[in-house]
């Protein structure tokens, strides 16, 4: 709590060690929030805020451990539940019950995570994520799946999705090894960076105002934090110190920004964007 104590009925233990990380939703907004948690048994779990188990969550267990954070989208009033192990994409309703079934099956990247691209013209509501071998992923919310490939990566790829030029159109963005390389939806290259050294974390995506738009990228193996423009260019001032992903926020409101990250040494440092 507010005072560093535990909240009552904290710490929870769980019935089997846990193989990702917390995923937290909150169904109505009413801040009766819901919380995932995968582990080894491939069993997920439902608790309360209060640290008790969901009696109505009735999912069974996966094929094998799942290794990403458990994901909720809110798709035409329909809540859908997602999460993956390597090779199968569970897509479930409230109750822990499929709720969609991908029409064909494929493998899953290490990394992987779902996005959510909401209905757009001319195309339906959709999630998207890549194959060990960088392949892409399109899952519609009828089970439709569809697949683009541009080329190979390696397993330990990241991927996102997002618009980084501006021009209103979501781009491929991938991360392997020592690599950022930004494709549009036609599979011209838009990015491509090279790092000294492999890069082991996810890109994060920052919009400002005015539609501008970065990729934030972390080498832990150097301490070093980029900041990559629409265009490719390296945001000046930038590689900063720090060693873990970072945010970014306006803390007053106002058109200056700072920049949050951990760094090696156990301190949170704090640098202000211009």
Same mark, same amino acid.
């Given at each position: +709590?507010?005072?560093?104590?535990f909240v009552e009925r904290y710490p929870v233990p769980l019935n089997s060690p846990a193989t990702a990380g917390l995923g937290l939703c909150d169904y109505e907004g009413k801040k009766e929030y819901r919380m995932f948690i995968p582990c080894e048994n491939k069993k997920v779990y439902l608790y309360s805020k209060e640290g008790e188990v969901v009696d109505g969550w009735k999912f069974d267990e996966s094929e094998h451990e799942v290794g990403s954070v458990v994901q909720h989208f809110l798709?035409?009033?329909?809540?859908y539940i997602v999460f993956n192990d390597k090779n199968k994409a569970y897509i479930l309703n409230r109750k822990g019950r499929s709720r969609v079934k991908?029409?064909?099956n494929f493998a899953i990247s290490k990394n992987g995570k779902f996005i959510l691209e909401k209905l757009v013209p001319d195309?339906?509501?959709?999630?998207?994520?890549?194959?060990? +071998?960088g392949t892409i992923n399109f899952v519609d919310f009828k089970g439709k799946v569809t697949t683009i490939k541009i080329r190979d990566f390696s397993d330990n790829h990241y991927f996102d999705f997002q618009d980084v030029n501006g021009d209103g159109q979501r781009d491929f963005i991938f991360v392997d090894n020592n690599k950022l390389e930004v494709y549009s939806q036609n599979q011209k290259i838009i990015i491509d960076?090279?790092?000294?050294s492999p890069i082991d974390n996810r890109p994060v995506y920052y919009e400002f105002p005015g539609n501008n738009k970065k990729i934030g990228i972390t080498?832990?193996?150097?301490?070093?934090?980029f900041l990559i423009n629409g265009d490719g260019?390296?945001?000046?001032g930038f590689p900063l110190y720090g060693s873990t992903l970072f945010s970014i926020g306006s803390l007053h409101q106002n058109r200056r920004f700072n920049l949050f990250v951990g760094t090696g040494n156990k301190f949170l440092y704090n640098y202000e964007v211009k």
């Open positions: +709590d507010g005072n560093g104590k798709v035409d009033d329909k809540d991908p029409k064909d195309k339906k509501s959709r999630m998207v994520i890549t194959s060990p +071998d960076y090279k790092f000294d080498s832990t193996s150097t301490d070093e934090l260019t390296l945001y000046e």
